[in-house]
């Protein structure tokens, strides 16, 4: 029997597992409501690991302050328009995406 991961462990694995993808590849994921917004403010692989661990609470408090939550139709057609490219990773059944175009890179 294995030991469970630790969070670096977790966080580790799921860096291999994220990558970028544009928004027209995603119109499945988007049509089932399997994809998750994740603000620029927030560490993507900070919230997929705290999914993973099933942190109810931490997500309760992200969605409450509007961090994470649902991609709006008008989010959809924008980044549709433009087929953006997102920072994706899957934590079944769950894609989290995240739009960096507007932070600016050092």
């Not at 928004?23 to 049509?31: D, G, I, K, S």
Request: proline share 5%; no cysteine; glycine share 4%.
């Amino acid at each position: 029997m294995s030991s469970p991961e630790s969070p670096n462990e977790i966080k580790a694995r799921l860096n291999l597992e994220t990558s970028r993808i544009h928004w027209h590849e995603l119109q499945t994921y988007y049509a089932r409501g399997q994809v998750v917004r994740v603000g620029p403010e927030l560490d993507l692989l900070d919230v997929a690991a705290q999914l993973t661990a099933d942190n109810k609470a931490r997500f309760e408090q992200w969605m409450n302050s509007g961090a994470i939550g649902d991609v709006s139709p008008d989010l959809a057609r924008s980044w549709y328009d433009r087929n953006a490219e997102l920072w994706a990773v899957v934590v079944a059944p769950w894609v989290l995406v995240q739009d960096r175009s507007d932070k600016k890179l050092h």
